[in-house]
């Protein structure tokens, strides 16, 4: 038993509860002393080229490429499937800002589709009418941890010839009937930011099978420099680069994956247990087909409520409680306001307006969850 699952060592419930924390369970205090030990701290060493090789091994694809952030590992997997100024690419409203920004970044636009009731992700019902020659691909986010519904929009990108390209930022493990999500496109970004399922600080990962399609984006990250020609610059790239420091602490975090996914299901079933019996209130879903990895747990209210989802969040603040809304939708947000002319995006507007996102760090214990629950139904009802 290790000192966080040994509860004697700490309070069960504490006065403060995040919405989420990084957990270091491992190795990451050593990892980060040998790198400063051996003075490797920049952007070569021993744990960037283990981490990229044990992240490939893990999602089950042949190349995982570090960047600095989930952001830019999105900018370098577009620019290398070759989006331009003038292009369009689908993405889901309700999502990270990032994953709009990055195609915007390529001076491309990104085309809004609305979600789905099911698992709230884009919904491939809405995705062909947005279609037009302009169209180069479709990003899919798995939302909250949870996988997107692919063989649909598989279906759709095959037939109008469109690239698949996965933002796993929040989905780490997760998995769409068997396979690890980050090997259903034909790439995919992952994030470590200090919220998500596993973390470096700051870092981002891009896994793909295609060995074409993985030198081009190390050569994007890296300045942009042909690999057998040292200062040689063909294109102009950038420096995305993630660091040894930053790959120490992903390294150790990556080694306590499965662990790290373990204790969000087992507190995710903990709300379950819990909120099932509440009414007017919808926990998140995990689909038949899907293994969610509960990045965060949700909580989508009925429309007619005693308490309004902002004031419920408030209320839980003053009790010690930290929770936040669902993102706005990106057709909402002043940069893409204009973008649609006529914005029809019924579902993303209710879950926007109506979720929240839980406590959802792996260190919640089954105390926790209960004070959580019994203060969420006193507020409710
Ligand atoms: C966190 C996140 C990103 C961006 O990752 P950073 O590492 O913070 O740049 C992109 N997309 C989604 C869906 C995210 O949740």
């Known amino acids: 038993m290790d000192a966080l699952t040994d509860r004697r060592s700490r309070p069960t419930v504490r006065k403060f509860i995040p919405v989420a924390e990084p957990v270091f369970a491992g190795n990451e205090k050593r990892y980060v002393l040998d790198c400063l030990d051996t003075t490797w701290i920049s952007s070569n060493g021993k744990y960037i080229d283990e981490f990229e090789k044990q992240f490939a091994n893990y999602i089950g694809v042949k190349h995982a490429i570090s960047v600095c952030n989930g952001t830019v590992a999105l900018h370098v997997a577009l620019l290398a499937l070759g989006v331009k100024p003038g292009d369009e690419v689908i993405v889901p409203t ?16 990104p085309v ?5 009731m099911n698992c709230w992700n884009i919904d491939p019902l809405r995705i062909e009418e947005k279609i037009t020659p302009r169209t180069k691909g479709i990003i899919v986010v798995h939302l909250f941890g949870h996988p997107v519904d692919m063989e649909p929009i598989e279906d759709i990108a095959a037939r109008y010839g469109l690239f698949i390209l996965e933002d796993a930022a929040e989905a780490h493990g997760a998995e769409y ?12 970004t ?39 020609h040292r200062y040689w610059f063909p294109i102009i790239g950038y420096n995305y680069r993630m660091t040894n420091i930053q790959a120490a602490i992903g390294l150790a975090q990556l080694e ?14 903990w709300y379950q247990e819990r909120l099932d019996e509440l009414e007017g209130v919808k926990y998140q879903p995990e689909l038949p087909w899907a293994k969610n990895v509960y990045w965060m747990n949700c909580l989508v209210l009925a429309e007619h409520h005693r308490i309004d989802r902002d004031s419920l969040i408030r209320e839980l603040a003053n009790r010690g409680i ?11 947000l002043p940069p893409y306001r204009s973008m649609e002319a ?17 406590p959802s760090s792996a260190k919640l214990t089954e105390t926790e969850v209960d004070l959580i629950v019994s203060n969420l139904k006193e507020l409710i009802n």
């Open 177 to 188: 009937k068997g396979r690890k999500v980050g090997s259903l496109g034909i790439a995919a």
């Open 112 to 116: 809004f589709v609305d979600s789905e």
């Open 342 to 358: 006529l914005p029809h995006f019924p579902v993303a507007d209710y879950l926007s307006k109506m979720g929240l996102n839980l």
């Open 190 to 228: 992952f994030s470590f930011y200090g919220n998500k399922i596993i973390t470096s600080g700051e870092g981002g990962m891009i896994v793909t099978n295609d060995d074409q399609l993985a030198s081009m984006m190390r050569q994007i990250k890296g300045q942009g420099q042909d690999f057998h």
């Open 94 to 109: 309700l999502t990270y800002i990032a994953t709009a920004n990055s195609v915007s970044y390529c001076g491309a636009k």
């Open 322 to 332: 930290e929770t936040r809304p669902f993102f706005y939708s990106m057709h909402a």
């Open 256 to 269: 306590k994956i499965d662990w790290h996914i373990e204790r969000r299901r087992q507190v995710a079933h």
